[in-house]
């Protein structure tokens, strides 16, 4: 399978802590444990041309992996459209974090996809809400994050067609922190954990579950409904 993990690539330059982190990139940390499963991965990052997401790298991507924060507005509109395209062609989309906020997913779900956060070393509980969906294979009930950033309820988001994990957090907030969509041709999977200033990525639970979502989110190759006006295929009587 080709997958393709897009980045910002900002903080890890610019913030020691996470630096410290992710040496060479939060983009890079997950291509490392998928590229253990057999997957050909490659990483994309924001300052490349086209944000590294070029028409020949979108159009060979069965899945792509997104993480951005603090530069959504820095994404080209042109880029995020082509995205959208290829999702509603087939390409899976998995969206990480405060990657709720980037111009791929508002354009996807249609609406704000706004939330509560709070940064204060909450401890996270992800409850398995789904122990039947495959993207929750090989975990017990929940997985426990020591530390994380808090979001919180309401999410400004469409309905999900599966809600895969629900997240306790240690001031009380609750939040869906793992929801599938179909748009198109196209599956979605939003997974919520991923502040950059924790170790979240090195956790073995979650790289689990962006392992199964990769195979989960998995494109069919199926080409598109022909939309339009349509000619008839049979033949239509007189009508006298």
Request: charged share 25%; proline share 4%; net charge negative.
């Amino acid at each position: 399978m080709n997958v393709t993990v897009w980045n910002e690539y900002r903080h890890e330059k610019e913030n020691a802590t996470v630096q410290n982190i992710y040496p060479d990139g939060i983009h890079q940390t997950i291509a490392d444990f998928l590229q253990e499963e057999g997957h050909q991965v490659k990483t994309a990052i924001l300052d490349e041309v086209e944000h590294g997401l070029t028409e020949g790298v979108l159009s060979k991507t069965d899945v792509l992996i997104w993480w951005g924060h603090k530069a959504h507005g820095e994404v080209k509109e042109e880029i995020a459209e082509s995205v959208k395209q290829r999702v509603l062609a087939g390409m899976g989309l998995i969206v990480l974090h405060s990657g709720h906020f980037s111009k791929v997913f508002k354009k996807l779900m249609g609406t704000t996809c706004d939330l509560k956060w709070r940064e204060a070393d909450d401890k996270e509980r992800l409850w398995v809400a789904d122990p039947s969906h495959p993207i929750t294979a090989g975990l017990g009930e929940y997985i426990e994050l020591e530390k994380e950033e808090m979001y919180g309820e309401h999410f400004d988001i469409p309905a999900p067609d599966e809600v895969v994990f629900i997240s306790w957090f240690e001031g009380g907030e609750v939040f869906r922190s793992g929801a599938t969509f179909k748009r198109g041709n196209g599956k979605i999977f939003y997974f919520r954990p991923g502040h950059e200033t924790y170790p979240t990525y090195h956790n073995r639970e979650i790289q689990q579950v962006i392992k199964n979502a990769v195979n989960w989110a998995a494109g069919s190759n199926r080409a598109r409904p022909v939309y339009g006006n349509a000619k008839p295929l049979e033949q239509i009587a007189e009508k006298g």
